[in-house]
């Protein structure tokens, strides 16, 4: 669930990027459909003042090309915050459009 001050705004975002469907929507309430039977869905909540500071969690995920999805994220009004590397794998931190920080990559070949 995500607290935020818009929740077609977030919704339409996340939506867009995972390519998924509502579930179910109301005026302070939208449930987005999962990806694949028995996924994780995601919902975001009408909420006066959202949770200031640092996220507490945030959702992590696959892509095969991080600039491929940069590209992507930004189209959607999302942005990239930063990209790191590791022994056999990167990935690329983001933030959806309230900020909220999520991170894809992949494994690469190599050191």
Known sequence: MFDTLDPARLAK???ALLDIE???ADDDYIF???QRPGGVSLAFQRVPDPTPGK???HVDGSCDDLDEM???IESL??????THHA??????????PDGNLFCL????DGD
Do not use: I
């Not at 009004?77 to 930063?82: F, P």
């Open 87 to 96: 022994v056999g794998f990167v990935w690329g931190v983001f933030a959806d």
């Open 32 to 34: 987005l459909d999962r």
């Open 22 to 24: 509502v579930r179910h």
């Open 13 to 15: 975002f996340w939506m």
């Open 55 to 57: 996220n507490r969690v």
């Open 70 to 72: 940069q590209e992507r």
């Open 105 to 108: 990559g992949h494994p690469t």
């Open 77 to 82: 009004g999302g942005r990239h915050v930063d």
